[in-house]
């Protein structure tokens, strides 16, 4: 099975800036799709972002675009998310998430079968 561990939530001012990690371990990933969905409270479950674990290709959510970067390091089995120019609607439990079977472009969460546990992030205004 696959195991995902996030970390790097906490509370920061807007304009600031967070890093969130994702340990993946458990088995080979090199044909997985991992994502970045968050959920603030009395929502939707919502896409962030996406990256192949092998090759190239991102992608993220228009809220998104031009302020988180998500990265991967094969080494070290992490998927990160840098957060610049945080808003206070930013804020919400941030997952990660894997895609065994390796599709592209897909939004809905329910295509995503492993998930980590949830990080908290909040934003103040």
């Known amino acids: 099975q696959v195991q995902l561990v996030e970390s790097g939530g906490g509370l920061v001012q807007a304009g600031g800036s967070l890093r969130l990690s994702c340990a993946a371990s458990?088995?080979?990933?090199?044909?997985?799709?991992m994502g970045w969905f968050r959920q603030a409270p009395g929502k939707e479950r919502e896409f962030v972002s996406r990256?192949?674990?092998?090759?190239?290709?991102?992608d993220y959510a228009d809220s998104v675009k031009g302020r988180f970067t998500i990265s991967r390091d094969n080494a070290e089995n992490t998927v990160n998310l840098q957060m610049i120019n945080l808003k206070p609607e930013d804020t919400a439990v941030y997952y990660c998430?894997?895609?065994?079977?390796?599709?592209?472009?897909?939004?809905?969460?329910?295509?995503?079968?492993?998930w980590g546990q949830g990080t908290q992030v909040t934003v103040s205004s």
């Open positions: 998430a894997a895609d065994s079977n390796g599709r592209w472009g897909n939004n809905n969460p329910r295509y995503y079968d492993y």
């Open positions: 458990g088995r080979t990933f090199s044909s997985y799709v």
């Open positions: 990256i192949r674990w092998r090759g190239t290709g991102t």
